[in-house]
């Protein structure tokens, strides 16, 4: 997703003609394949764009490009659409296969002299012109919602995405009408090449408790019946599934969803064989398996896998490339295995894998060939295999010994080169860190996560690079205005901002010379917004110097723990340098004190009870260290009936590990999307009233009344970072940015720190400023996940660009802004306070004292 502000920049990539990316990245494609593909830029000629009619030579297909008004502006069929008449279509041919992730359409505006439109269409696609295939949502949903204007741009993510050379946009409409399309696709080139794949079909795994877990693929564009041919699905959308298999990326969807899966049992010879089909004749270096392994519950990576190779249409050759895993039954994180396929040219692959347990489940197969490499540094650990049989017609010849000297001797340059570039960035970063650190004493601030990572962000521009500037460097994949400002121009006029009368959180008062913002200064507080982040990948409160005290205090205030009591039960997420595990604990009764009641801990029958482990990983370095040990003293001064508690440390030695509360009915999000509202039937799902959503509301208010007291900043409220335990006690959390399972409520910066963008503040995100005001902001969006029991994403109809986008709006305040909508159970009231925490100014939000008080008046008032 490529970002629109200062900090966030992407390089805008060229469309078809000037070159397409040249790889793609392993589980991340969806996110980073949203190029414009030459519609709108003119890559594409006009002999690649047909139709299956056109009104006039005006409104032939070529007039059919997004955002351009030539011709008579736009492509118009020669009759009105009816109602069940799918016969008309805009098609466009990429002359290769492209992975196509986003699609925008436009009606006909024509300077005013237009108002044609599509109310909804559907696509149609084919990989090699004969078969075609109508695309259909997650969901099975064929029909996407089009335009309601003729000027207005309307983009509509494709999930699951699609991989096509040839794409036909169909016009839908629910009475007789004119209609006329502009459309542009968005995506990459499908560097793998494959065409298809065959294999047997998923199936269904029943766990002890009952619940079924369906492990079919569900998006499989192919034939399928008991096996799955000449089709593409979830082993090539791009989505590598979670740890646990029983948890998924998207909403609405069962369990067992991101992955397909075959059990041991049901095959004759102990594995299970897929066959791959490419679009020529290909030189195969590796083939990348995203596999589960969870051996806690009987599912394993594969122990051995044999691929035989065929090109065209001849017979399957008899030497196979054979590949054994060093199985690891420590580690139960799902990861990728690389089978290296020692350069073989086939256009067709079959391989067989071998089952190591009861149940072997994959979510992605991607392949490596010729010259396309893959970029790996996001992707989780993978595992190496080791071939065992090697291909006898590789044999080296020995006339290309002087070429191979000559290479060897250039790669040798190349890594001298890499190392000092290394040692060099090494340098600046001890510097850029000393300045971070003068920043943030200068605005009397601590930090409790890695204070290196600042030094990634350095986009300071002298006043020579304003005119390069007004050419923003991210090429938008949605119009703006004619008035639109970039936001990072935005900054340049603060003082039309009073920043003294908002910024009263952790920072204090503003600096006069900080009420606007000089041409050489950075557009953002760039280690606030690194320092999001913790050390174990869950987010760190911000602290303010009213409470430097609790720092330079005496000794921690909670007592060793015996590492060997903690029995480790599974891993909730992880950082940069650390783990965060759900664990049962013996004996934690004599830890918890007489001083607070622990509403998620039963410690009077001394039975083993759940607790949650922030974990530091050994290898981690002296800062993360350093940052670890100070947000064990700021933790163990929190005592709050809905703040989560500290209750022990294992820091005698490595990993270092603090051990805190975990409530039994997990986190409030999970919680709420389990529930239904309403009078309990028989059958169904559990209830919950409003009266019970506005208790948890209150408990939220409460706890964060208590850190706002004490001039601390969250900076990640959110549903997903709330605990639930008996009786809708509700508990304010801190990892839930560690979680894989919420990585799409992040939005990524340069590969790196991840913001919660949907819900920050305008100024957090523009201006990098966290304070109390705006954690009062996202109380207001959780107060909406909970009232809407997190059905949805907030603004879920934006995509993260289009949020970025959004807050520009608040911050000019016309009008245009866009609010989250009032939930179904929601009162006037509860909406109106929503409405009053998301106020453009931070003097004229309420304060977690009036929310706390306003909340507990419209309980007695029931």
Known sequence: MSPICAVFQHKSQPGRGEGMPAQRPTGLIAAVCRYPLGMSGGHIPDEDISASSQWSESTAAKYGRLDSEDGDGAWCPEIPVEPDDLKEFLQIDLHALHFITLVGTQGRHAGGHGNEFAPMYKINYSRD?????????????????????????????????????????????????????????????????????????????????????????????????????????????????????????????????????????????????????????????????????????????????????????????????????????????????????????????????????????????????????????????????????????????????????????????????????????????????????????????????????????????????????????????????????????????????????????????????QASVPEGVPHYAEADIVNLQGVTGGNTYSVPALTMDLLSGKDVAVEEFPRKLLTFKEKLGEGQFGEVHLCEVEGMEKFTGKDFALEGLDTSSNRPVLVAVKMLRADANKNARNDFLKEIKIMSRLKDPNIIRLLAVCITDDPLCMITEYMENGDLNQFLSRQQAGTPLAGNMPTISYSDLRFMATQIASGMKYLSSLNFVHRDLATRNCLVGKQYTIKIADFGMSRNLYSGDYYRIQGRAVLPIRWMSWESILLGKFTTASDVWAFGVTLWETFTLCREQPYSQLSDEQVIENTGEFFRDQGRQTYLPQPALCPDSVYKLMLSCWRRDTKDRPSFQDIHRLLQESASEE
């Open 129 to 513: 012109g004969t078969r075609w295939i109508s695309w259909r949502n997650r969901h099975g949903k064929q029909v996407l919602d089009g335009n309601t204007n003729p000027y207005d741009i309307v983009l509509k993510d494709l999930e699951p995405p699609l991989i096509a050379r040839f794409v036909r946009f169909i016009p839908v409409t629910d009475h007789s009408m004119n209609v006329c399309l502009r459309v542009e696709l968005y995506g990459c080139v499908w560097l793998d090449g494959l065409v298809s794949y065959n294999a047997p079909a998923g199936q269904q795994l029943v766990l002890p408790g009952g619940t079924v877990i369906y492990l079919n693929d569900s998006v499989y564009d192919g034939a399928f019946g008991y096996s799955m041919t000449e089709g593409l699905g979830q082993l090539t959308d791009g989505v590598s599934g979670l740890d646990d298999f029983t948890q998924t990326h998207e909403y609405h969807v069962w369990p067992g969803y991101d992955y397909v899966g075959w059990r041991n049992e049901s095959t004759a010879g102990g594995y299970v064989e897929i066959t791959f089909e490419f679009d020529r004749i290909r030189n195969f270096t590796a083939m990348k398996v995203h596999c589960n392994n969870m051996f806690a519950k009987g599912v394993k990576i594969f122990k051995e896998v044999q691929c035989y190779f065929r090109s065209d249409t001849s017979e399957w050759e008899p030497s196979a490339v054979s590949s054994v895993l060093v199985l690891d039954d420590v580690n139960p994180s799902a990861r990728f295995v690389t089978v290296p396929l020692l350069h073989r040219m086939a256009s067709a692959i079959k391989c067989q894998y071998y089952f190591a347990d009861a149940w072997m489940m994959f979510s992605e197969i991607t392949f490596q060939s010729d010259a396309a490499m893959y970029n790996n540094s996001m992707a989780p650990p993978e595992v190496s295999v080791v071939p065992t049989t090697y291909d006898p017609t590789l044999k080296v010849d020995d006339s290309n010994t002087r070429i191979l000297i000559g290479c060897l001797v250039a790669i040798i340059f190349i890594l001298v080169a890499i190392i000092v570039i290394i040692l060099w960035r090494q340098f600046w970063q001890k510097m850029l860190e000393k300045a971070s650190r003068r920043m943030l004493d200068d605005e009397m601030t601590v930090s409790l996560s890695l204070p290196s990572e600042s030094s990634m962000f350095n986009h300071n521009r002298s006043s020579s690079s304003s005119e390069q500037e007004s050419s923003s460097t991210y090429d938008r994949i949605f119009p703006l205005g004619p008035d639109y400002q970039e936001p990072s121009r935005l900054i340049r006029k603060l003082p039309e901002f009073t920043p003294g009368e908002e910024d009263t959180g952790c920072s204090g008062p503003v600096k006069p010379s």
